[in-house]
């Protein structure tokens, strides 16, 4: 019994320990998060310019090493945007959204 539990354990432990192994090893690699950004995010479908998703791809892996800052300038259209600054503008326009519905909503429901 006490074998068996201990081989259970064990199992497990390595099961995560892989699991831990390919999500290190697929965030911390540029080359691979731009292959997956450019499948799962095309530039045609977000605006993004094609030609800044290597420099997009290396500044994820290397704050995902927790090397360097989260700090991307990019232009789209001739107008300069600050990757971060973006996202916090995005965030607070989600929030508005959420409280200007809760507003909305009938107090019963």
Known sequence: MRYQLV???SALLLCLTMLAAIVYGVGTQPALM???????????????PAEQYGAAAKL???????EGDFQLV????GIAYN????????INKKEEVKHALSCLTPSFL
């Open 60 to 66: 994820i892996t290397d704050y995902l090493k927790g």
């Open 34 to 48: 731009q292959t997956l950004m450019l499948r799962t995010a095309p530039p045609e479908a977000t605006g993004f």
């Open 83 to 90: 990757a971060e600054h973006e996202q916090l503008l995005i």
């Open 74 to 77: 990019f232009s789209m259209n």
């Open 7 to 9: 081989s259970i354990l």
